[in-house]
């Protein structure tokens, strides 16, 4: 089970890393073409943007295992244990339903959407908009993955906070 | 009482904001109070494309929308972004209130939408920074943005200018700073967000038409009744006649306006133009292999 | 919809789910409670919130600041602030100032400034004698210059908002107000250090040792002359500058301080992609929570209610940081910009208010709502990094509240603090 959780986790990183990986490459490959030929690639910043959209979703559910989701938790920390728990458990249960329901309407709108074609690619936009129920896919695995120590404890896996965490970047 | 909310991407004192007062005008007229409409201008309600995705839902009415974006959703309507195609408005007009304008039309059906009529922006023109544009020679290595449109991109690749799609609100910054020299638009637009204050020469060169198209929700064209539909047909076509208006006053007016507001302008001769059709000849192959030759040319031939 | 739309963000937020669930949540509770929408507008608008090009810019600023600070980047920033103002009376605390404001050239955000260098101040400031609460303090109130020097990532989501201004102008608007602010910290510094006796750091070094301190640290510093230079001469827009940004970082962190690997790419790229799809996520939930707005025409409705009262400029500028400090006190500066920024810029706008002028106004202001309780991002993120209670870190706050106050006034007093640059820019 553990070792499971740990390929799930590294195979999700990977697909986050070749996205964001090639996004740099595609923006700048255009730009050196256009100074050096003076040509550019029509496809370039269509395919950029789309794999930010799936950048976004696939590394949500990381995010989430990670505590880099900014939350407010003043009232949280201001109830006895065993309020925190219960409270925290309803949250855990929030999630899952949201996270459910996102899954089936975006499955429903990315098929009302499959026959419109991106403008540049010519790629049907059901292939962008898979972006969101996929991700809120993987967010409900991350979710039931860590519950069980967020519940407990209100803390996350992985979060590594003694080097500053992840919510440095986040939000401003 | 049905609300009617209509968004479109431009001010209310464009050709897209005074077709939808006409539009609202002659609905109201027709059928009294039975619909109140809401405007949202000025891309008040996302992009092109993503109020046309409102319509298909249904949380949107109706809009009106370039034909760049057209074809996302039916992709034969990319036919008439081919560069050089129509000779003249009176010759564009001709072909998208005829046969072949309504057979494009009659296809929005199948993916969610009712189109009611053919609008336009005009013809687009090119502005830069480089130099007055006379010859294909006059482009070579021009930075120019373009419409994310691979119609438009493959067509200046072919004259030998260095075509850059960029997202707008990129535009007017990028021409100031110099990271472009220049970019195409309707006379319409180039007046109305002033570009002769970062552009210099202005070329009349008329390279693509841009039609618009008045579009409604099928789900709520679907529930119309049939007086109501015809209500809407004809208001179409008021909506229609007031934009086409405003496009032949900006034909003439917008000129005069930019040569005050000091920009160099010129014109391609027939001549001129011929030149520019015989350098994007590769290009062409292109089209007639996307959209049929027998297409391409019954639009190039129609008299 | 409205009027459930807003109790149910709050009871959310209060609850403690992250921000970007609980807007869909109240976006989904709306839309269901209060009209004949389909739910549908959830997934739409999300998408609409990040299908921009412009945006990219986000991901990638985030990118180069991870592999730039990797190390010994950092480091040099921080030996150079020392070696410049270290002798004062409150030297380190000068160099925490200073060294933020530096590290603002490369990160695009306050929270990578304060967790940067920041944290590693704080250590630093209490070994030399310094509380520290106070060094929380400083440190909080000197990383609010992040997202006004460029890079910055509010300033690219409020062009997104308002048509009227672009990256490069804003970029370009920041600049000076970044360096007022820092000056103010500076000041409040002084005090307080003069006050408790807080010592000087090292003697000054010989200008010989500074010039080559200087030198080491040069090409992490010259990121922001590449950003700000290459706008300003029209080489590249911002989008394409965040792009050479990386690369950049890439190269330097690789050649020049040889503290990258590229081994170490993969992880650095895992980490800027989580931050940056975190901050796009609220993004897109934000555009939701916008639509509902929009849809009901709550914009319009306030933008014609506040234009008839006529109020002066003066007075509309003032009125308007009393409610983003207000609205700072709950929200972080993100969702604050995509809410209130469609709803505001109009009306400045036709009060003949430069845009901006406006714009810094509104970014400083929700900025410094980081710094605030109850929901301040800035005290929770120094506090935990530094092991403090949030309140012990909040009670030095109030000289620094006086000096980014001053800071705040003059930047909206005196517009060409905002203005001149770009202007003269050609903005
Ligand atoms: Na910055
Ligand atoms: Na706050």
Known sequence: MKRLERIFVRANGWAVILILGAMPLIVGANIGLRYLTGHSLSWADEAARYLMIWMTFVGAGLALRMGAHVAITNLQDALPGPGQKLLRGALVLVLLVFFGFMVSVGIDYAQRMQFQLTPALRVPFLYVYAAMPVGFALLIVHLLLVAPQFVRAGTYKDARDEDGGLREGANG | ?303 | MAEILFPALFVLLALGLPVAFAMAISVFVALSFGSSYPNLVVVKEMFVGLDSFPLLAVPFFILAAEIMTAGAVTLAILRLAQSLVGHLKGGLGHANVVSSAMFAGISGSALADAAGPGAMMVRMMEKGGYDRAYAGALTVSSAVVGPIIPPSITMIIYAMQDQEVSVGSLFMAGVLPGILITVMVLLANARVSHRRGYASGAPMPPLAEIGRIAVHAMPALLLIVLIVGGIRFGVFTPTEASVIAVFYALLVGMFVYRSFRLRDLPDTILRAAIISGAVLLILGAARAFAWVLIIEGIPQMLAETIIAWDLSPIVFLLAVNLLLLAFGLFMDPLPGVMILVPILAPISFALGIDPDHFAIIVIVNLTLGLTTPPVGSLIFVVSSAVSLKPSSLIREMPPFFLALAIALLLITFVPALSTWLPRVSGF
Do not use: C
């Open chain 2, 1 to 303: 009482q049905t609300e009617v909310k209509i968004g479109y991407a431009l001010a209310p004192d464009s050709h897209y904001g005074v077709a939808a007062k006409a539009f609202e005008e002659a609905v109201t007229e027709q059928t009294g109070d039975a619909f109140t409409f809401q405007h949202f201008p000025s891309s008040g309600l996302g992009g092109e494309r993503e109020v046309i995705e409102g319509l298909q839902l249904g949380t949107v009415e109706a809009t009106i929308v370039s034909s760049g974006t057209l074809a996302n959703f039916v992709p034969d309507t990319g036919v008439f972004d081919i560069p050089f195609l129509f000779r003249d408005l009176e010759h564009a007009r001709a072909v998208l209130d005829g046969e072949i304008g309504e057979e494009i039309l009659a296809k929005f059906a199948d993916v969610g939408l009712h189109g009611l009529a053919w609008g336009e922006q005009g013809f687009r023109h090119i502005t830069n920074n480089r130099n007055a544009i006379e010859t294909p020679a006059d482009v070579e290595g021009l930075k120019i943005r373009t419409m994310e449109n691979p119609v438009h991109q493959a067509a200046f690749n072919a004259m030998g200018a260095a075509p850059t799609p960029m997202a707008w609100p990129e535009v007017i910054s990028s021409l100031q700073q110099g990271v472009i020299d220049g970019q195409e638009n309707p006379l319409s637009v180039i007046v109305s967000v002033k570009l002769d204050e970062v552009q210099e020469y202005l070329t009349l060169s008329g390279h693509v038409y841009s039609p618009a198209m008045l579009l409604v929700s099928k789900p709520f064209w679907d529930g119309l009744s049939d007086e109501q539909k015809e209500a809407f047909e004809t208001a179409a076509d008021e909506a229609v006649v007031a934009m086409r208006g405003f496009v032949d006053e900006v034909e003439t007016t917008g000129v005069e306006t930019l040569k005050e507001r000091g920009m160099t302008v010129n014109e391609l001769s027939a001549e001129q133009k011929a030149q520019f059709q015989n350098e994007i000849s590769s290009a062409y192959e292109g089209y007639y292999e996307t959209y049929g030759k027998d297409l391409v040319d019954s639009i190039v031939n129609f008299e």
